[in-house]
């Protein structure tokens, strides 16, 4: 059976490749590519685009026939897979990018700052009717909240203050204790480290200090993700590249704009389980980083919950 590529993120091998399936999910298949440290992601999706993604519609039909440790390829435009029938055309599918880090969002407007409240309001309601583990608000007041929540509040506070004065050391040691923190394949503190550095791309715009603080954190920041999953270490890889989902660059730009902030805060924030609401979280926390005079700021009151045991 032969499937179209809707769509080809912009970090997907404009040639011939050579894979093997890392991982296979009902939507999504992760494939290792050769000789590099990432991963190429074949997804099933209407209109989530992924750097690092092929997407496909199916009309109905599962990934999950394919399985883990099958070599795949690309070669004359078309993906196989050992052992499959299926295939994948990805001849003259559009070439998908990611704008954040054209954006030059500037949070002293009040346009910015009132589409960021928005946005802050709609994930702490999120975050409750879910009974999330980290309430943002949490975060800015130690020894508050869940397990996690305390474990995490610490370090991204570090980071914040780091970032701040771009003390490059200072927040790679706070990174480097909210890499691999938190359940699932995405972890929490990785999610939450994705979402800041789009909030940074998002604002930077030709800032050299800013950009020079971006890069000098993203190339260390690579090494630290080693010690965290295989799927989360590729989403930082791009990250460090300005490169993220559709849905968290849709409400940064959303943010810019002040337009459709609730409908793309809501898409984001319903990615995953708590992926999306951590990667919101992030990103609304980097957006005030560079911007204290006038930006809203994150050290909202919390306020008391009961926790799951």
Same mark, same amino acid.
């Given at each position: 059976m032969q499937l179209r590529a809707l769509s080809i993120g912009e970090a997907v091998p404009p040639e011939n490749f050579d894979a093997v399936i890392q991982s296979v999910f009902d939507s999504a298949v992760n494939l290792r590519l050769r000789d590099e440290d990432r991963l190429i992601t074949v997804l099933i999706s209407e209109g989530y685009e992924l750097p690092q993604g092929i997407r496909i519609w199916t009309d109905g039909l599962s990934l999950q026939r394919l399985t883990p440790g099958l070599r795949a390829a690309v070669r004359g435009g078309i993906l196989r897979f050992d052992s499959s029938p299926l295939t994948v055309d990805v001849r003259g599918a559009p070439i998908w990018k990611c704008r954040v880090p054209e954006l030059n969002l500037n949070m002293q407007t009040l346009t910015a700052q009132q589409a960021w409240s928005t946005a802050w309001d709609l994930l702490s309601k999120e975050q409750e009717l879910r009974?999330?583990?980290? =309430?943002? $608000?949490?975060?800015? !007041?130690? *020894?508050?909240?869940?397990?996690?929540? +305390?474990?995490?509040? #610490?370090?991204?506070? /570090?980071?914040?203050?780091?970032?701040?004065?771009?003390?490059?050391?200072?927040?790679?040691?706070?990174?480097?204790?909210?890499?691999?923190?938190?359940?699932?394949?995405?972890p929490s503190g990785d999610d939450i480290l994705i979402g800041f550095l789009a909030g940074l791309w998002s604002m930077a715009g030709q800032n050299l200090q800013q950009l020079e603080f971006i890069r000098s954190f993203g190339i260390e920041l690579i090494q630290l993700a080693k010690g965290t999953s295989?799927?989360?270490?590729?989403?930082?890889?791009?990250?460090?590249?300005?490169?993220?989902?559709?849905?968290?660059?849709? =409400?940064? $730009?959303?943010?810019? !704009?002040? *337009?459709?902030?609730?409908?793309?805060? +809501?898409?984001?924030? #319903?990615?995953?389980? /708590?992926?999306?609401?951590?990667?919101?979280?992030?990103?609304?926390?980097?957006?005030?980083?560079?911007?204290?005079?006038?930006?809203?700021?994150?050290?909202?009151a919390p306020r008391e919950r009961k926790y799951r045991k």
């Open positions: 009974n999330a583990d980290i =309430l943002t $608000a949490d975060l800015f !007041t130690p *020894n508050l909240g869940s397990p996690l929540s +305390q474990r995490i509040s #610490r370090p991204v506070m /570090s980071l914040v203050t780091s970032t701040e004065g771009f003390d490059v050391q200072g927040a790679l040691r706070a990174a480097g204790q909210m890499i691999g923190l938190g359940p699932g394949v995405t295989e799927i989360s270490r590729t989403y930082i890889i791009h990250a460090t590249r300005g490169q993220f989902s559709s849905s968290l660059s849709q =409400l940064a $730009a959303a943010i810019a !704009t002040g *337009n459709g902030v609730e409908e793309a805060a +809501q898409t984001a924030l #319903r990615v995953g389980h /708590s992926s999306g609401m951590d990667s919101v979280t992030g990103l609304l926390i980097g957006l005030c980083v560079w911007n204290q005079e006038s930006a809203p700021t994150p050290t909202l």
